[in-house]
């Protein structure tokens, strides 16, 4: 991320892992994601541009 290589992430739609908590690295790194960048709707698809911040 800090290398600029991830420039886009899907959110949504995926369900959570079996015996996976609330508490987990995926819940963490999706709060930072949508707190951070501006999220655009394709099709129904949640995409969020990891190059340009809020």
Avoid: C, Q
């Avoid at 992430?9 to 959570?16: E, I, S, T, V």
């Avoid at 690295?25 to 655009?40: G, H, R």
């Amino acid at each position: 991320m800090a290398d600029g290589e991830i420039h886009y992430f899907l959110a949504g739609g995926f369900g959570r892992r079996p015996g996976s908590s609330e508490d987990n690295e995926d819940t963490k790194i999706t709060a930072w994601v949508t707190e951070t960048f501006t999220s655009l709707d394709i099709n129904g698809i949640t995409l969020y541009d990891l190059t340009t911040p809020k």
